[in-house]
């Protein structure tokens, strides 16, 4: 936690991605466990890991498939990990408040909107964050900034992993094809997760040709309302990382990058692309 990277965030998202790369073989070999298959906290017994010991075990990721198919009413999920899985890189504490109190928050306020809406209720989490500005007008701004933080949030547990995995051949050649390289892909979404002004979220979505961008979005909106589909993103509200890192989103930006799950970034894009 130095101060000695604050005007220069960036360097330190890339000294991560570094590390992730250069590592990235190694860990791809060594993780058994971080299938994306719902109810499948078992299946990797006997698998090695760089941490949490007993409880890493205790995952229970959701699919693709089954966050964009929430129906009302919406429920909290567990952590798909133990809430200090992802120490330091995000501290108990943060994962804690952030899980328990900002998305149940989001949930809570979802279903309080949607309750007297019977005609809302059949409609997935997906349909609402895509169509919210063509419901009823006193619902509209709720579902906008409680569906998108429902879904928001699953989405950012979903993609991060106590065991990150590197991208495979066939995603890094879809990210060579629409980036021209990984590195210039982490840069654009760096580059956006830091200037989002006030709170927000910097995204990896699928637009409806099959190709890959980076999106930024302000307070919790959500790209499926502008017709694309999100694969990876990343929460830059303070409340995700102020309790570690104060001020330094840079910094906090560079941890992400190494905790990301590629092939859980992989299967989502699989399930959009198939949707
Ligand atoms: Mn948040």
Redesign the pocket.
């Given at each position: 936690m130095t101060q000695t990277n604050i005007k220069n965030p960036i360097s330190v998202t890339f000294r991560n991605l570094l590390i992730l790369l250069i590592t990235g073989t190694t860990i791809v070999t060594l993780t058994q466990c971080t299938s994306p298959q719902s109810g499948d906290m078992n299946s990797g017994a006997g698998s090695t890991y760089s941490n949490g010991e007993a409880d890493a075990m205790e995952r229970s990721y959701l699919s693709f498939g089954d966050i964009m198919e929430m129906t009302y009413p919406f429920e909290l999920a567990p952590l798909p990990y133990a809430p200090d899985a992802l120490e330091p890189a995000i501290d108990t504490q943060t994962m804690n408040i952030?899980h328990g109190k900002?998305?149940q928050g989001y949930i809570n306020k979802l279903n309080a909107a949607l309750e007297p809406h019977a005609e809302l209720h059949g409609m997935t989490l997906a349909e609402l964050n895509a169509g919210w500005n063509s419901m009823p007008a006193e619902v509209q701004s709720a579902v906008r900034n409680h569906g998108g933080?429902t879904l928001?949030?699953y989405i950012?547990w979903n993609v991060m992993s106590p065991d990150p995995t590197a991208p495979s051949e066939a995603l890094m050649n879809m990210i060579d094809r629409d980036f021209g390289s990984f590195d210039a892909m982490a840069e654009e979404f760096a580059s956006a997760a830091s200037t989002v002004f006030g709170s927000g979220w910097a995204w990896l979505v699928l637009d409806d040709e099959g190709k890959l961008h980076i999106r930024a979005t302000a307070n919790?909106d959500n790209p499926l309302s502008d017709g694309l589909t999100p694969l990876m993103g990343v929460?830059v509200?303070e409340?995700?990382y102020y309790l570690n890192y104060q001020n330094r989103r840079g910094d906090y930006l560079g941890a992400f990058l190494g905790l990301i799950d590629w092939a859980m970034v992989e299967a989502n894009y699989t399930a959009a692309s198939e949707s």
């Open positions: 952030h900002h998305h933080g928001n949030h950012f919790q929460d509200w409340h995700a």
